[in-house]
Nanobody, 126 residues
């Protein structure tokens, strides 16, 4: 059963902005503790970008995106967003949405997440 669907990726010039969306299944979102964004560039491991505690709204970011990216959640739409500003060529990756049901802190490792979306490509040209 597909639980998370990402959208909003595309091609943008360096310095530009994009907003990614991750739509969840409304009846299942209440069971999630954390929602996060990861990214994976060709030939590299999947890396943590940002996480939001679904019920409190608290957030945590990777140092590489802090001050440029913002993660937020809309409970009415069962959707998590990633607002990306001041994009750099090194932000080029496939971006994945993930959900966790168990970790009480801010999980930042791939193996801590229970559900994943299919990914959306973000390409930043120089």
């Amino acid at each position: 059963q597909v639980q998370l669907v990402e959208s909003g990726g595309g091609l943008v010039q360096a310095g530009g902005s994009l907003r990614l969306s991750c739509a969840g299944v409304p009846g299942l979102m209440f069971s999630y503790l954390n929602m996060a964004w990861f990214r994976q560039a060709p030939g590299k491991e999947r890396e943590f970008v940002a996480v939001i505690r679904w019920h409190s709204g608290s957030t945590y970011y990777a140092d590489s995106v802090k001050g440029r990216f913002t993660i937020s959640g809309d409970h009415a739409r069962s959707t998590v967003y990633l607002e990306m500003n001041s994009l750099k060529p090194e932000d080029t990756s496939v971006y994945y949405c993930a959900a966790d049901r168990n970790v009480l802190g801010f999980p930042v490792r791939v193996q801590e997440y229970d559900y994943w979306g299919q990914g959306t490509q973000v390409t930043v040209s120089s």
